[in-house]
């Protein structure tokens, strides 16, 4: 099996020639492409961008002779695109509308005998087109054009009811002839002609076609005809595949089998190279060893011996062979199979899953990955071999058996199945245990290696589902959080080798985005347990301290000022440190948040140590881990990371770097939980709305590679920098570190000036604001901090060299520029609505700045507030400290945005940066009050 990677969003359609080298595949979504793929090397050729503009693409069919392309899009009307794929047109070749509603055409294919021809079929009608170029009349002569046009029309027929609606159909290469299959059984006959012609090699007008007659065939719903080698296929809703002559006599069923449904048919490129032998001792012999099988000249392969004795016969009188091709069936809930016709055997290579999965965990010694599923499921998957191990029902092992009353007459028993459902699976660091949560709040502990149920009774201490479960380093405490933001904890008893409940505590008034143990155990000698929640605050529980049922808190701090914290992972210091000039027993956790940052936190003091820009993909970080490469002497370590659909790795140290990782796409709509084995090398990802899980392999020489030619110093951050090195905002950086320098020096001293490579540290938070970024208190503290200290340092520095200082700019500001979508929430959080408008007053504007958020004092708030109406110092000398009066008297966003913030079009400069800033935009806002946690 290969994969090919190059859709964005979820394939909807797909198509390929009738010798399988070309293969066209396309997606529906805001950016949709359409790709043409060589098989053979599985590279693409042709990628087509938005071929139908802003609309999604419907159908596609490619033509038996990978000649011509066809597309289907839907406005008002149904878009016909017929293109020449090969001459590398943008645009199609021809273009036609139809009067026909969204979703109208149900299917729709090429001609095999004359690939200029086409069918759409729709519920009641079949649609016959041809393509052609366009001929022009010059001085009497006619002249063919580089233009061509499509021409379209209905087949006609008589409606009957009796028929029902059109399903599906197929081209009869011998015949000339269409034939349809209805929802009804039927197989409608459409041809040029009513007579039945056994050989037809050229094809007439389209004109001259015509509905020839209706028969019924079957006693269910065709789902899929084929025309193979001369005799038609069927499959219908009941799981039957029939086989009948060009004039619809049956020759033959499959019985050798059953499936629940045939939804779809695909016959081997290739004929079968068959030799068919009679022996007269019936069966393999000496003799059957010494035939000499010929090679076929049609497809060059030997050709295949075949028993006369153990061939499928016909339905005819004379009951001769009956051999066709090998073929794939798909069914809808039994998976894809392979049938060898010969023997009648289906071999399900790709099994199908009605419901999604929504949990899973890999084993950290054994090659097992466990998956669960919406329904209720439980596999167990050998990851190495790619086969199911063992599997488990939990719907059926919870389930209610009611038997009827003794002096009942009924003797029907009620079975009551519950509605459970998978939410969570983790396996312990050690391997022994197995942890598997419930949408019902249920908790049960399974077998690490069969899943067999160990615990006797489900603990049920919560009534919302379980969202995300973590053990202990020593295996020996496990910690969920649910739907209904409560911290649930346990414990194993090694004596009685049961796990009890200890206690819970709901302690974040919004969602839990993590829970997790430190490496570090407390003064009861339990490993210290904290959770992170959309609330911005860091609980610490105090396990020791906890009983009956109540979970103790032992602090509650907030570790964001505008970002939500979406994950984290307990953090260790560099190696690379000198421990004589640098901490390495720092206690650290590392947090994604929303904005697009990587901080890490002194989980004693609470304090940002570190603020480092994390990868700029449409949607942020939200899952982290810490791997260390297996194949490696040195045992370098990444960071493994996972967006909303993207799945990557991150060099190590975190610097911002934007060379330094990689991503891909992990799922075209949401990566909904990953695992890694470090000593394989292997990713295990699971998506939203899907029931298959994808491995993945590590691939640490990408990411090598590419931070090499990112370059070293300052090189790999210019991509950060509005154009580059030779931009105006890096002159401006350069220019503004040695101006601080004069200021630092005295502007009109007469002193000799000195320029050095450092700016003392104290001057960063004005020349962040000279360069734009306007940072909070909060952020200044942390960006001091930052320059001081370097995360591990024992002493303070002073000084700031101008590498650093880009770096710390880069790190520190906004990742993309705030959309004015931001300050306009918040101005209308403080207005009053009037007429239509949000206007403030004066006095209402000053108390707002005096008393909400990092509170200005109203001195500060009127010598700030003078200078940005542009009052000179002069002017400022002639005011009142306590007069605003030269603010409006009603403030609104307009006067905010213009005169007194200073920017003008802000909406127009918001959108321009927001679209053009990075090669890894984001393409929606992830506003902290918009956000959501899934």
């Not at 609309?55 to 002779?65: G, H, Q, R, V």
């Amino acid at each position: 099996m290969r994969i090919l990677q190059g859709h964005k969003h979820i394939v909807t359609c797909i198509a390929a020639d009738s010798q399988g080298k070309w293969l066209v595949t396309a997606d529906s979504g805001p950016e949709n492409v359409l790709i043409v793929w060589d098989s053979c090397d599985n590279f693409p050729v042709k990628t087509l961008f938005s071929p139908h503009g802003g609309t999604n693409i419907a159908k596609i069919t490619l033509s038996p002779d990978a000649k011509y392309l066809l597309t289907i899009g839907y406005r008002e009307k149904a878009v016909v695109y017929w293109w020449i794929w090969s001459f590398g047109n943008d645009e199609p070749h021809a273009t036609l509308e139809l009067s026909m509603p969204r979703g109208a055409i149900l299917d729709m294919a090429f001609n095999p005998i004359q690939t200029e021809q086409f069918v759409l079929m729709t519920k009641h009608d079949i649609w016959i087109g041809v393509s052609r170029k366009v001929f022009i009349s010059e001085r009497g002569v006619i002249k063919d054009t580089n233009t061509y046009e499509l021409v379209v029309l209905t087949v006609q027929r008589k409606q009957n009811a009796e028929f029902g609606k059109l399903t599906c159909f197929t081209f009869v290469r011998e015949t000339g002839q269409i034939l349809a299959g209805t929802n009804r059984g039927y197989a409608l006959v459409y041809g040029y002609t009513s007579e039945f012609n056994s050989n037809v090699q050229d094809t007439k007008n389209i004109e001259d076609m015509k509905f020839v007659k209706g028969l019924k065939i079957q006693q269910c719903r065709i789902e899929i005809i084929k025309n193979i080698d001369g005799v038609i296929v069927t499959g219908n809703s009941e799981g039957g595949i029939h086989f009948y002559d060009p004039q619809l006599k049956l020759l033959y069923w499959v019985h050798g089998f059953t499936v629940d449904k045939v939804t779809g048919l695909s016959f081997n490129v290739s004929p079968r190279s068959y030799q068919i032998l009679d022996p007269k001792c019936n069966k393999q012999c000496l003799c059957w060893e010494k035939v000499v099988l010929k090679v076929d000249p049609v497809t060059g392969a030997r050709r295949q011996k075949l028993m006369k004795s153990k061939l499928p016969s016909d339905a005819t009188v004379p009951n001769k062979p009956f051999v066709v091709r090998d073929f794939i069936v798909c069914t809808k809930n039994q998976g894809v199979g392979f049938v060898d016709f010969v023997a009648e055997n289906n071999n399900t290579f790709l099994d199908n899953k009605i419901s999604p999965a929504l949990a899973m965990t890999v084993h950290p010694e054994k090659p097992y990955v466990c998956v669960g599923y919406a329904d209720g499921n439980l596999e167990l998957y050998n990851f190495v071999r790619h086969t199911l191990f063992a599997r488990l029902p939990l719907r059926d092992f919870y389930k209610v058996v009611t038997q009827p009353a003794d002096d009942s007459i009924s003797c029907l028993v009620d079975v009551f199945y519950p509605q459970l459902s998978v939410t969570c699976l983790k396996y312990s660091p050690n391997g022994l245990h197995l942890a598997c949560g419930l949408n019902t709040g249920q908790l049960i502990f399974l077998d690490p290696t069969t899943v067999e149920i160990r615990t006797n009774t489900p603990f049920q201490d919560t009534r919302f589902s379980i969202k995300e479960m973590s053990f202990s380093p020593d295996s020996l405490s496990l910690a969920f959080f649910d739907a209904g933001r409560t911290v649930c904890l346990y414990k194993y008893d090694c004596v009685s080798l049961t796990w009890h409940f200890v206690a819970k505590h709901r302690a974040h008034y919004k969602e839990v985005t993590a829970v997790f143990f430190l490496p570090e155990k407390n003064e009861s000698g339990d490993y210290k347990l904290v959770s992170m929640g959309a609330d911005r605050t860091m609980v610490e529980y105090d396990i020791g301290a906890s009983s009956e049922e109540y979970l103790e808190i032992l602090s509650l701090d907030r570790i964001e000022q505008t970002a939500i914290p979406l994950a984290g992972i307990p953090w260790s210091s560099s190696r690379d440190v000198d421990p004589e000039t640098c901490r390495t027993d720092m206690p650290m956790i590392l947090i994604a948040n929303d904005e697009f940052k990587y901080k890490i936190v002194n989980y004693k003091t609470t304090m940002t140590l570190s603020t480092v820009l994390g990868p700029r993909f449409e949607q942020p970080v939200r899952r982290l881990q810490l791997v260390t490469r297996s194949d490696d002497d040195d045992g370098a370590q990444y960071l493994l990371f996972a967006t909303k659909t993207v799945v990557g790795l991150q060099k190590m140290p975190l610097d911002g770097n934007p060379w330094k990782h990689i991503g891909l796409l992990g799922h075209p709509i949401e990566v909904i939980q990953m695992c890694y084995r470090e000593d394989c090398g292997s990713l295990f990802t699971i998506g939203a709305k899907d029931s298959c899980m994808t491995q993945w392999a590590a691939n640490y020489r990408a990411i090598d590679t590419t931070t090499k030619q990112g370059g070293t110093d300052l090189d790999p951050y210019y991509c950060l920098i509005e154009n580059g090195r030779p931009g105006w905002l890096f002159h401006e950086i350069r220019d503004l570190f040695y101006y601080i320098q004069i200021l630092c020096q005295g502007t009109f001293s007469p002193s000799i000036r000195t320029v050095k490579d450092f700016i003392p540290i104290e001057t960063l938070p004005d020349m962040m604001r000279a360069l734009g970024f306007f940072p909070s208190e909060y952020e200044v503290e942390n960006l001091i901090v930052e320059a001081k200290y370097k995360v591990y340092q024992r002493q303070p520095s002073t000084e700031i060299d101008f590498e650093e200082f880009v770096k710390l700019y880069l790190n520190h500001r906004p990742a993309f520029l705030e959309s004015a979508r931001r300050i306009k929430n918040a101005f209308k959080h403080f207005a009053n609505p009037i007429d239509g408008a949000y206007v403030m007053p004066r006095d209402q504007f000053i108390n707002m700045l005096s008393d909400y958020g990092e509170r200005f004092p109203r001195e500060l708030s009127w010598y700030l507030l003078s200078i940005l109406c542009c009052h000179s110092f002069e002017d400022r000398s002639a005011m009142y400290e306590s007069d605003f009066h030269f603010l409006p008297e009603t403030i609104n966003l307009s006067e905010l945005l213009s005169n007194i913030i200073g920017v003008a079009d802000y909406d127009n400069l918001s959108e321009s940066y927001f679209k053009g800033s990075g090669s890894s935009m984001r393409s929606t806002s992830t506003d902290s009050d918009n956000y959501s946690p899934q």
